[in-house]
């Protein structure tokens, strides 16, 4: 078995696989400080939470877009599972040729989710990750990386109107029952989501026009992917597990512990 570890701004994902199968899989705030013993502590209570045995993992691999917990993580991995994990980062086998101006700037959250996309779905593919921010990354057919589009997330936008704003609420980000909404919270998720819904829409068929691409398939994944998915014939697929996938395609790329 082995351990793959998503380091977002907002969660860090864990999933245990057993060869390509996931096993079980679990989240913990990020934006926390922990020492190493904490992490060590609460990975281990909760991989073995989840019947799974610690001495059946062999192998740990972590992408992550938040330098300051990688310390403690990469020494709490360390010492409680006695496993060096792969860090994903230059150098690191991938089989996703980056061809942007500066590759290092490519956050890894970005490079697993294309490789998971690539090795799944083929290319020209174009992925869509809603997390904090939104992304969006071409692929092409023979496995070239070099386009990307960033946009504010949907919880960023929710937090800038009702922290920016005096009298707007904190709400649930879902889709009202009507565009029309009549008062302030229904008001406030249709602006939400059917403003997401219609950037998406649009940004996706500029990346096919510009690009050519009209076989171009669309794969969505992140928190919130599902809610926009649900509403728009433009995304030909959700994958929730996309990110976690990517992390077990590119640990088998880089160890010959499988």
């Given amino acids: 078995m082995i351990l793959v570890v998503d380091v977002g701004n907002t969660n860090i994902t864990y999933g245990v696989y057993k060869e390509e199968k996931l096993v079980t899989s679990f989240r913990m705030m990020s934006n926390l400080e922990r020492t190493s013993d904490e992490f060590g ?10 019947n799974v045995e610690i001495s059946d993992i062999h192998g ?3 992408a992550s877009v938040v330098p ?9 991995i360390t010492r409680y599972l006695n496993i060096k994990p792969i860090i994903v980062g230059p150098g690191t086998k991938t089989g996703i040729k980056i061809t942007t101006e500066n590759p290092r700037e490519i956050g890894a959250d970005r490079i697993v989710d294309v490789v998971a996309a690539f090795e799944k779905y083929q290319g020209p593919v174009l992925v869509i990750d809603f997390g ?18 960033t946009a504010p997330g949907i919880k960023i936008s929710a937090k800038a109107l009702w922290s920016d704003t005096a009298k707007l ?3 649930e980000i879902k889709k009202p029952a009507s565009i029309l909404a009549g008062e302030t919270i229904s008001s406030m998720q249709a602006g939400l989501m059917y403003g997401q819904i219609g950037a998406t829409e649009y940004i996706i068929k500029e990346v096919k026009r510009e690009s050519g ?4 398939k669309v794969v969505a994944t992140g928190g919130l992917g599902r809610l926009v998915s649900e509403e728009t014939d433009m995304i030909d697929v959700y994958d929730p597990t996309l990110t976690l996938e990517g992390l077990r395609f590119i640990y088998a790329k880089n160890s010959k512990k499988l």
């Fill in 41 to 50: 502590l609460m990975i281990k209570t909760l991989i073995e939470t989840n």
């Fill in 169 to 171: 609420p904190e709400i």
């Fill in 213 to 216: 691409l009209k076989n171009l």
């Fill in 132 to 149: 904090t921010a939104t992304t969006y990354d071409l692929v092409t057919e023979d496995g070239c990386f070099g386009v990307g589009i």
């Fill in 60 to 62: 740990a691999i972590i």
């Fill in 68 to 76: 300051k917990v990688m310390h403690a993580l990469t020494g709490a």
